[in-house]
């Protein structure tokens, strides 16, 4: 898979989009014709909408040692009734957290999810494209290729850098989907690819270089449920502020991968899915 610039490069050099981009490179390389894309992503988007469902009907305790409550049903009944603490969030970041947190808890429960990049960081991309969808009424065919503009994305970062909390800590999952999460918005609303998608990728991957996975008890629950949440309300911001201020970044997103990648290769073992540092390591949890 080429470099964030080098897809861009190649877009303008055949006069087509990420979009097409990605369905050219199944064909291609794949031999997955476009129908055949797109009915996979319509099982995807499916299977998302399904586990956001699930997780907002659910109700009891999580499985395993920590004796995690549930919180995505309660908090969406609160957020239904318009209890107060929720005019401190437009409604659309309240719904973001919500729609987050309801999918996390379903992968936290073994319940099916879709990885995106990963089972951890399952809720970010969801909980975005619904929240967008219900506010601006996209077709099914734009969620489609929002999708596609998620998994490039992903697939970008995957080769240039690694989606794996075991191997580069929780920037390479929270941060990886929330970069997918924010471009595949910004393409949804319009954005253009280089000044526009390409920046929302940048920004919000940036501000999760160095994130440490540091799971509690090795559970995929502290931090990573609210995680979700605070990934997928960081990816909105950061396509608002590509589409508002329409490019012109210092930091490009290759370099931000590459970053990435490094930081993550410098990051000690502890904060690398072992359950030996950070957070999993705090005294007092539990109290
Ligand atoms: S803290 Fe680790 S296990 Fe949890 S979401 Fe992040 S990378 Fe995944």
Known sequence: M??????????????IDLVEYVYRLEETRHGHSRSAVDAHLDEMWSLMTQAMERGLAA???????????????????RFQVKLPHFHILSPEAALTSIYAIAAAEENAAGGAVVTAPTCGSCGVVPACLRVVQEKMACSDDEIRQALLVASLIGAV????????????????????????????????????????VDRAAESALEHYLG???????????????????????????AASL??????GDRVSFDAVVDAMWRTGRDLDARYKETACGGLAAAKGLGD
């Open 2 to 15: 080429s470099t964030p610039r080098m897809v861009l490069a190649e877009c303008e050099r055949a006069g």
């Open 242 to 247: 590509a589409l508002i201020s329409g490019g």
């Open 211 to 237: 994130l440490t996975c540091d799971p509690v008890d090795g559970l995929v629950q502290i931090p990573c449920i609210e995680r979700n949440a605070a990934g997928a309300v960081s990816a909105l911001n």
């Open 157 to 196: 970062i995957a080769t240039n850098a690694s989606i794996s909390g075991a191997e580069v800590g929780c920037q390479g999952e929270i941060g990886a989907a929330s970069a997918m999460a924010a471009g595949a918005v910004c393409s949804l609303l319009g954005g253009s690819p280089r000044d526009q």
């Open 59 to 77: 109700a009891g305790m999580l499985p395993g040692s920590l004796h995690l409550e549930r919180r995505a049903r309660d908090l969406y009944l």
